[in-house]
């Protein structure tokens, strides 16, 4: 199982989150409100995998998954948004997202998400 760095602004999401990926038997090791604190806390704790969402404070899941991807190329994230416009879905896998699990978001979409992307597939 995979340890995971959930990134959201809304506390019931993070949350929600946690509740199914613990579920899942997944370890969540932080959680970060906004862009920079997912930053920040990548550095610390090097999950395995990062749940992020892409409108955030201070700083929107575009502009972290793209620093991210530069600072951490082998970063894995699954983004979990409630943006369902084709060019932000289109952007965020060309930056290298994993995957994309539409809010509300599916238990089984995102167990499946971040399995697939802990294993590195």
Known sequence: MSRV????DAAFMRRTLRDVLEGA???????????HEALELYETVRPDVVTLDLVMPR??????LRELRRRHPEARVVVCS????ETSILEAIRLG??????????AEKLREA???AGRGS
């Open 114 to 116: 971040v399995a697939k």
């Open 97 to 106: 997202a994993r995957d994309y699990v539409l809010k509300p978001v599916s």
């Open 5 to 8: 760095l959930v990134v959201d």
């Open 59 to 64: 700083m929107g899941g575009i502009e972290v």
């Open 25 to 35: 038997g997944h370890e969540v090791v932080a959680e970060a409100q906004d862009g």
């Open 82 to 85: 409630s943006v369902s416009d």
